[in-house]
Nanobody, 118 residues
Framework: QVQLQESGPGLVKPSQTLSLTCTVS??????????WSWIRQPPGKGLEWMGT???????YYSPSLKSRLTMSKDTSKNQFSLQLSSVTPEDTAKYYC??????????WGQGTQVTVSS
C-alpha cells in the first residue's frame, strides 16, 4: 500500500517558516482514493489535526492555524507539503502526514520531530 515519509529540518528558529515534505511511494498523490492530512503532537499532548487537502482539491485548515498554514501537492514529485509560518516554541511537535485522517492513521509512518528554538 501507499507509504509516506516525512522530511524537513529538525530545528527551526522562532519567526521562521517551517517547511515539511511528505514523499509518497506505492501510490499516486493524485489518487482518488485519498485525502491528505498533516497532524502533529506536541510533547506531552495529544494529536492535533492541522489540515486536510481533499481529493477534489479543496483544502481545510484548523482554525487555530489557518492564518499561518499552507498545504499543497506537487504532482510532478509525488509529494505533499506543509509550510507553517512565524513559528514559535509552541510549534515544537512531532509532525505526521498521511491519508484519510483519522480512519487510516494506523497505517501512517513515524513522523518527524521538529523543535523550534533559537
Amino acid at each position: 500500500q501507499v507509504q509516506l515519509q516525512e522530511s524537513g529540518p529538525g530545528l527551526v528558529k522562532p519567526s521562521q517558516t517551517l517547511s515539511l515534505t511528505c514523499t509518497v511511494s506505492g501510490g499516486s498523490i493524485t489518487s482518488s482514493n485519498y485525502d491528505w492530512s498533516w497532524i502533529r503532537q506536541p510533547p506531552g499532548k495529544g494529536l492535533e489535526w492541522m489540515g486536510t487537502k481533499k481529493r477534489d482539491g479543496t483544502t481545510y485548515y484548523s482554525p487555530s492555524l489557518k492564518s499561518r498554514l499552507t498545504m499543497s501537492k506537487d504532482t510532478s514529485k509525488n509529494q505533499f507539503s506543509l509550510q507553517l509560518s512565524s513559528v514559535t516554541p509552541e510549534d515544537t511537535a512531532k509532525y505526521y502526514c498521511g491519508t484519510n485522517w483519522p480512519s487510516d492513521f494506523g497505517s501512517w509512518g513515524q513522523g518527524t520531530q521538529v523543535t523550534v528554538s533559537s
